[in-house]
């Protein structure tokens, strides 16, 4: 695969780039603002298979399951920082979406040589977290040809997880051992090579649009409310208030009673507002519901409650 690496659109040389290392400062920029503008709707262009890969990840997240990103370099720093997201944002439990990136914990700020042309590396992370049939393993290489992502897929299907695959070249390797692949060419970066670029945008849209994606069919969100956050500090404890009071029409000092009752839970705290209920039978009503607010609300009104 490396003989072909040079023939990949990632390492392509971008149109004009002569003498960009004379240009001034505010040319460099537009230049850069340019080609960025081109990401999404390269990504635009992918959003059947996108919205494939979300039902993929809510199926497996309702039943059980986990989603894990692997990636190297770049791409598996992604993959770590939109699983890092998904607690503070959706409260949900570390280990229901994971990022592994090859060369472990360090490789997140120092590059690990070598790691990312290891299949068995791949191979070896997956079986270390335990991937099985309920789970959906995300491949990440703006290559589309990363070993250490192959072995990391190719490990994944023979433990009978699902699989997905995100690139910026097509066709790609990884495609080929992935049940969906997301395929987003961006074309030749402003720096030759240099994915961290257009391609690291661009995967980093992919993998928001699964994680939240994926979330709000979860019932994480109401309306455009998360709805699951962790008020774990001033900020969110305020933004709690707000979310509250939107949800429910409430005044801010009227939300901040409210959530004090639901001890701190916004989904509780609307329930109980939208149903006119105490907060042990709003809990009791998100249990039913699966955690999602809009099931509870109508089935508290349905059994007697008002608005």
């Given at each position: 695969m490396l003989e072909n690496l040079g023939e990949l659109l990632t390492e392509g040389r971008n149109e004009h780039p002569e003498s960009l290392d004379t240009w001034s400062s505010?040319?460099?920029?537009?230049?850069?603002?340019r080609e960025d503008a081109l990401v999404a709707d390269a990504v635009s262009n992918r959003l059947e298979e996108i919205s494939q890969a979300v039902d993929l990840i809510t199926n497996a997240l309702d039943n059980g399951g986990r989603l894990l990103y692997f990636g190297a370099g770049t791409s598996g720093r992604l993959g770590v920082l939109d699983a890092s997201e998904c607690p503070p944002?959706?409260?949900?439990?570390?280990?229901?979406?994971?990022?592994?990136?090859?060369?472990?914990?360090?490789?997140?700020?120092t590059a690990i040589e070598g790691a990312e042309d290891s299949e068995e590396g791949g191979e070896r992370d997956v079986c270390e977290r335990d991937v099985g049939a309920g789970d959906v393993v995300v491949g990440i290489a703006a290559s589309?040809?990363?070993?250490?992502?192959?072995?990391?897929?190719?490990?994944a299907r023979a433990a009978g997880a699902s699989t997905?695959?995100?690139?910026?070249?097509?066709?790609?390797?990884?495609?080929?051992?992935a049940d969906i692949a997301i395929e987003v060419p961006v074309g030749p970066e402003v720096?030759?090579?240099?994915?961290?670029?257009?391609?690291?945008?661009?995967q980093k849209l992919v993998l928001n649009m699964l994680t939240t994606g994926a979330m709000i069919r979860l019932g994480k969100v109401y309306d455009d409310l998360m709805v699951n956050l962790q008020a774990t500090n001033k900020k969110l404890q305020e933004r709690a208030k707000r979310i509250v009071a939107a949800a429910t029409g409430l005044t801010a000092e009227e939300a901040e009673h409210v959530l004090a009752a639901a001890e701190g839970d916004c989904k509780t705290a609307i329930v109980m507002q939208k149903?006119?209920?105490?907060?042990?039978?709003?809990?009791?009503?998100?249990?039913?519901?699966?955690?999602?607010?809009?099931?509870?609300?109508?089935?508290?009104?349905?059994?007697?409650?008002?608005?």
């Open positions: 505010l040319e460099i920029v537009k230049r850069m603002n944002t959706f409260g949900t439990d570390p280990e229901l979406v994971q990022g592994v990136i090859a060369g472990g914990t360090e490789a997140l700020f589309g040809r990363t070993p250490y992502v192959i072995g990391a897929l190719r490990a997905v695959a995100v690139a910026c070249n097509t066709p790609s390797e990884i495609g080929r051992h720096v030759t090579g240099s994915t961290r670029l257009k391609a690291g945008t661009a149903c006119s209920i105490d907060a042990e039978s709003a809990r009791e009503l998100l249990v039913r519901s699966r955690g999602r607010v809009r099931a509870a609300v109508e089935a508290g009104l349905e059994g007697g409650g008002a608005e």
